[in-house]
């Protein structure tokens, strides 16, 4: 009876071994594709940004042969200088309307649309997650000296003036983007919290501590593992805000005996909760307890 007790917890063992080394190798393929995600739209962003700036330089060069050919025709026929700058004005606005429009077309295919209004451009910054599509954000500039936010529709927690300051006056496509990295990598942590208090509260043992930017949660939760029940406590910190990943996975097991197995298995968790989104590391631990049901 004890060899076949002992076969059986070995067999377990086995397969229990074999489905957190599957995990983390699903963990580095996923982080691996949202690498290359990431790569690909900086790419195309760059393509786009390339493409404004022959746009522009063409809209300058066109801009010059207009004032050249004004002031030939000012020379030969008497135009008065007035007009002469008129023209000159005109040919100016109509070059910074364009290299608006140029800009509102680049960033299109970053989720940040927007529209041009009487005293400015209004911004709409769309977020996503893993192909979710999620909530949006709505920011009005009026384009003057300085350029001057008018009203916005960004949570209050989200560092609007820290990067207003910090790019709005200088680079407004790159005061745009970091605004957007902000607000999405916001949007995908309460997403994967949301996900995880919805379809996997059999986990957790009471209430997801959250804060409103979602940056620091707090949870308990239980893996049921050698036919035995381990109480997790975890703390998850995202030091970069631009990020939808913690940096940080601090483990703790409030059961723990000190085994170097209870050990190696807090760092697994660890490393599975900062390479892996949140309610994926639960359905890894939901399957793997599905599969330890039909394996006893």
């Not at 995880?196 to 997801?208: C, K």
Request: charged content about 25%; glycine content about 4%.
């Amino acid at each position: 009876m004890e060899e076949a007790t002992a076969y059986l917890r070995d067999g377990v063992l086995s397969h229990l071994e074999k489905l957190e080394a599957h995990a983390r190798k699903l963990a580095l393929k996923q982080e691996e594709t949202q690498r290359q995600q990431e790569n690909l739209a900086r790419l195309r962003a760059r393509i786009q940004e390339l493409r404004l700036q022959r746009d522009e330089l063409q809209t300058k060069v066109n801009l010059q042969q207009v004032g050249l050919i004004r002031q030939e025709g000012a020379t030969g026929s008497n135009v008065e200088p007035v007009q002469a700058a008129e023209t000159r004005g005109q040919a100016f606005l109509k070059w910074k309307v364009e290299n608006v429009k140029a800009m509102l077309q680049a960033f299109y295919l970053t989720g940040i649309s927007g529209k041009l209004t009487k005293q400015g451009v209004c911004f709409c910054i769309s977020t996503a997650y893993e192909g979710t599509y999620l909530d949006s954000y709505y920011l009005d500039l009026l384009i003057q000296q300085p350029v001057q936010i008018h009203h916005h529709s960004v949570p209050i927690f989200i560092p609007l003036e820290q990067i207003a300051k910090k790019y709005l006056q200088t680079d407004v496509k790159c005061f745009l983007a970091v605004l957007s990295d902000h607000l999405n990598a916001y949007a995908g942590r309460k997403y994967q919290a949301d996900q995880l208090q919805d379809h996997f509260s059999a986990f957790l043992e009471g209430t997801l501590q959250r804060n409103s930017l979602h940056n620091v949660l707090f949870f308990n939760y239980d893996v049921e593992t050698e036919s035995k029940t381990f109480p997790f406590r975890a703390k998850l910190v995202y030091g970069d805000l631009t990020r939808s990943l913690p940096t940080e996975a601090i483990i703790t097991c409030k059961a723990g005996d000190g085994s170097a197995s209870l050990v190696e298995k807090t760092a697994a968790h660890s490393n599975l909760f900062r390479h892996t989104a949140l309610h994926k590391a639960f359905d890894s631990f939901k399957r793997a307890a599905e599969s330890l049901d039909q394996t006893v």
